[in-house]
């Protein structure tokens, strides 16, 4: 089987000391007391966004006036007399 070009690693692979490794792990998992007695301060997260007020100029539009109808509704349309073209 043939390692395709594409699937070969780019660069060499580098290792790290074993000695380091076990340095970082030990400081991990060693205990340390506060050297402070007061704890840490709160974050305080800031507060909800709010809702937009309303404009307090709102504009009245004039009342739609009622129009009084005839009670014969077919005197209001105009015939219109057939036009050729």
Do not use: G, W, Y
Not at 10 to 17: E, Y
Not at 19 to 38: F, G, N, V, Y
Not at 47 to 65: D, G, N
């Amino acid at each position: 089987m043939e390692i395709l070009d594409e699937f070969r690693p780019l660069m060499p692979l580098r290792t790290v000391r074993s000695s380091l490794s076990q340095a970082s792990k030990e400081d991990q998992q060693e205990c340390h007391t506060p050297t402070t007695s007061s704890p840490p301060p709160t974050l305080l997260c800031p507060p909800p966004p709010k809702k937009p007020r309303l404009s307090s100029t709102q504009t009245h539009f004039p009342s739609q006036p009622f129009f009084q109808v005839p009670h014969d509704l077919a005197s209001v349309f105009l015939l219109r007399s057939n036009i050729n073209v």
